[in-house]
């Protein structure tokens, strides 16, 4: 399966590590925006190239995975690579995804492509987490809790704010809350009960710090339904103090079974990731391999992970997981 990457920032570089990790992909070029001449990749006799050749590429790669961000590249760039290649990509603004489905869907179906929307581990994994447990469980309720550790969408958001140099966002459960979920009490929680906001911002040189502040408080989608602080530091703290890229969180389904509901379950499903885009390119690749499998038999249009059947996503063949891992 030959793979090409758009975009060589952290899901770039994790896509091609992941790449490594899987013997039937071959990375076969990656497209920049930068100087192409100026962005040295890992794996040596891979072209990198300008986002304008990519067109030249049709037919020759088998899934491009888009490595853009959320907020202003996935929308336009997902429904426009589509047209030339089965894509996969990580878009998570979660209000945003029916929107995002419709337009890549069009495109998508027109040029009789496999287009995987929202892949990553959430909205991803932690979505089909939420579908099992709802259909194991439909008397209950489901919470969602996400860190402590750096939000790549969040954190991108912030450095496209007008004054910021850099950032990163630090999304940190609220441990009272987790424990009313864990002991099956069913809290009503809202979104800022459940969550805090964390910001770390380098501003550029004469920026105004107060107005910085208040373009990501009242963020919409991102940060305005949340309690969120926002600290100025050096460029220099940044680096070395939050170089990290961890990441986690926990899915959790609180039900009931019974005639008179008296039996309480508690399904959960929770993550630990030393490297949140090194795990998200890693379930990017998996579903690379499902995309291509289903352009194949003759698939085409927008899917989900709602849409990719597990066998899909795996390098072994049914006989192998049936004697392995079912």
């Excluded at 419709?102 to 995987?116: C, L, P, Q, T």
């Excluded at 424990?179 to 979104?191: F, I």
């Excluded at 899915?251 to 885009?277: A, C, Q, W, Y």
Aim: charged content about 25%; some cysteine.
């Amino acid at each position: 399966m030959k793979i090409g990457i758009l975009g060589y920032g952290n899901l770039g570089r994790g896509v091609e590590c992941a790449v490594k990790d899987n013997p039937d992909t071959e990375l076969v070029a990656v497209f920049t925006r930068r100087d192409p001449s100026k962005v040295k990749i890992q794996i040596p006799g891979v072209p990198v190239l300008n986002v304008a050749d990519a067109k030249d590429w049709v037919g020759k790669i088998d899934v491009m995975i888009l490595c853009g961000g959320s907020a202003t590249d996935l929308p336009t760039q997902t429904p426009e690579y589509a047209k030339m290649f089965n894509v996969i990509d990580s878009f998570d603004t979660h209000a945003k995804i029916p929107e995002h489905f419709a337009n890549v869907d069009k495109a998508a179906k027109e040029s009789g492509h496999v287009a995987i929307i929202s892949v990553g581990w959430d909205p991803g994994l932690f979505s089909l987490a939420r579908a099992y447990a709802n259909a194991i469980l439909p008397d209950g309720k489901d919470y969602t809790f996400w860190g402590k550790g750096v939000s790549q969408g969040h954190s991108d958001a912030i450095r496209r704010v007008k004054g910021v140099k850099n950032a990163k966002q630090y999304t940190v459960p609220i441990d009272s809350a987790l424990d009313a979920v864990r002991s099956g009490k069913n809290p009503e929680l809202t979104t800022r009960q459940k969550h805090l906001r964390e910001c770390y911002v380098v501003l550029e040189e004469g920026a105004d710090a107060a107005e910085v502040e208040n373009a990501i408080k009242t963020m919409p989608n991102y940060f305005a339904d949340y309690d969120t602080v926002v600290n100025f530091i050096s460029e220099e703290e940044l680096l070395t103090k939050h170089a990290g890229l961890a990441h986690g969180g926990f899915v959790i389904r609180s039900g009931k079974t019974g005639m008179d509901k008296e039996n309480n379950h508690i399904i959960e499903f929770n993550l630990k990731l030393d490297s949140n885009p090194e795990f998200t390119t890693s379930v990017l690749v998996a579903y690379a391999r499902a995309a291509y499998r289903l352009n194949k038999e003759g698939n085409n249009g927008c899917k989900t992970v709602f849409d990719i059947a597990p066998a899909y996503l795996s390098a072994q063949d049914g006989a192998e997981l049936r004697a392995h891992l079912l």
